[in-house]
């Protein structure tokens, strides 16, 4: 059976974009779309029924509209409207999803950070891995970006954008940072040896994570990127370029499913490029 990637879908132009960025990778991959658009619930004002049934009867002509465009492509399609919370709905369609892609209002340095909070709800909450589309002209991009930092998360992440860049044949940049320890302002410079193993032990950090990768994907170019910096910096800089980033989330738990980690909000915050945030 096909796997079934969700798009969620608003009359916004990043959300436009996440359906064009869907159909693309569908029409590739022989995945099904399942396009999901919400519509806020009742709170028993006198009159709404009318202008809900006017919502989601425009909603579902919206839904039909970007389907036809995501039929043409020869990708196969369903249209789901809910009634709710759009956060908690698409959270909820993402548990039998391989993927979940959402559009961002973010055009690039200049225009301020992704503005609401919605978009970092969903992409925390989600079952599977959420793509965020940013309201940018990626054309002509190429290349996958990745984040790595060792954890479990990273490898899940590694593993992902492994398989987009190979599919492509595109280049890995595989990205690792460290940062010194703080210092009172009285020290004014860390000892060379300390600087260097900093390095040493975040380049081995990083080939541990990379093994395997030859063996399973043979003509699959990386290139290894391990410098001193904020990762979300180094990770969006190169990610300029390129077609696609991916980072891994680090919330467990019941609460802590709902955060992000640091790195992968901050990176959400200004979109270099389409991410895939991966848990």
């Known amino acids: 059976m096909r796997e079934k990637v969700i798009v969620g879908v608003t009359n916004a132009d ?27 619930g009742a709170v028993g004002v006198v009159g709404e029924g009318q ?6 009867r425009e909603t579902q002509r919206m839904l039909e509209a970007q389907a036809e465009r ?5 990708v196969a399609v369903e249209t789901r409207v809910g009634r709710g919370k759009p956060v908690d709905e698409l959270i909820e369609a993402s548990n039998d999803a391989a993927l979940l892609v ?8 200049g225009s301020g950070p992704a503005r609401g909070a919605h978009g ?11 793509a965020v589309v940013p309201d940018l002209d990626l054309t002509g991009r190429s290349g996958v970006v990745v984040g790595v930092d060792g954890s479990e998360i990273s490898e899940a992440a590694i593993a992902f954008a492994a398989a987009e860049a190979d599919a492509r044949g595109e280049v890995l940049t595989a990205v ?6 703080a210092i009172p302002l009285e ?28 063996e399973q994907y043979p003509d699959l170019v ?12 180094v990770i969006n800089r190169l990610a300029a370029d390129a077609r696609l980033s991916v980072v891994g989330t680090h919330g467990r738990g019941a609460i802590a499913r709902f955060l992000l980690g640091s790195t992968s909000q901050e990176v959400l915050a200004r979109l270099a490029t389409t991410t895939v945030v991966v848990r």
Do not use: K
Not at 176 to 181: G, L
């Open 102 to 109: 959402i559009g961002s209002d973010y055009r690039g340095p």
């Open 51 to 56: 202008v809900i049934d006017d919502a989601l």
């Open 14 to 40: 990043g959300a436009h974009r996440a359906v064009d960025w869907a159909i693309d990778r569908a029409a590739r991959r022989g995945e099904r779309l399942e396009l999901v658009a919400v519509v806020g």
């Open 70 to 74: 995501v039929r043409a492509r020869g």
């Open 187 to 214: 020290v004014r410079s860390f000892p060379d040896d300390y600087l260097e193993n900093m390095q040493s032990l975040t380049e081995e950090t990083l080939s541990i994570s990379l093994a395997g990768l030859r």
């Open 176 to 181: 690792c940072t460290w940062s010194p320890f």
């Open 222 to 233: 990386v290139h290894r990127v391990v410098e001193s910096g904020i990762a979300q910096t």
């Open 120 to 130: 970092i709800r969903v992409t925390a909450g989600a079952h599977c891995p959420v």
